[in-house]
């Protein structure tokens, strides 16, 4: 079964830049999104951002459109989260999940319904 495990989080200054990977084992199923999540502190979970491990079209909240980057490397089984000129509202446990394998539906990138297995999260914590 595939398993997740985060890392890159840390303390960081506003305007400064985080790189989040997520390392995939197990299988991989091409097709399948791969996505980012976050929850502050006393909030839901949010989405950030996905992309399939094809590498199409990537999503985004529009909160972090034009300072977030999603990337993959499937030869390397790793998700990546580029993060740059981070706000304190940034602050929160980064999570990675992967796109259940089958379900009924279509592909609603925020739903984290459509999401299994996932990380146990990295901190990151943006200083003002």
């Known amino acids: 079964q595939e398993q997740l495990v985060e890392s890159g989080g840390g303390l960081v200054e506003a305007g400064g830049s985080l790189t989040l990977s997520c390392a995939a084992s197990?299988?991989?199923?091409?097709?399948?999104?791969m996505a980012w999540f976050r929850q502050a502190p006393g909030k839901g979970r949010e989405f950030v951002a996905a992309?399939?491990?094809?590498?199409?079209?990537?999503y985004y909240v529009d909160s972090v459109k034009g300072r977030f980057t999603i990337s993959r490397e499937l030869a390397k089984r790793t998700v990546y989260l580029q993060m740059n000129n981070l706000k304190p509202e940034d602050t929160a446990v980064y999570y990675c999940?992967?796109?259940?394998?089958?379900?009924?539906?279509?592909?609603?990138?925020?739903?984290?319904?459509?999401?299994?297995?996932w990380g146990p999260g990295t901190q990151v914590t943006v200083s003002s």
């Open positions: 999940a992967a796109e259940k394998s089958f379900y009924e539906g279509t592909y609603d990138a925020p739903r984290e319904s459509l999401y299994d297995p």
């Open positions: 197990g299988y991989i199923y091409p097709a399948i999104h």
């Open positions: 992309i399939r491990w094809t590498g199409d079209r990537p």
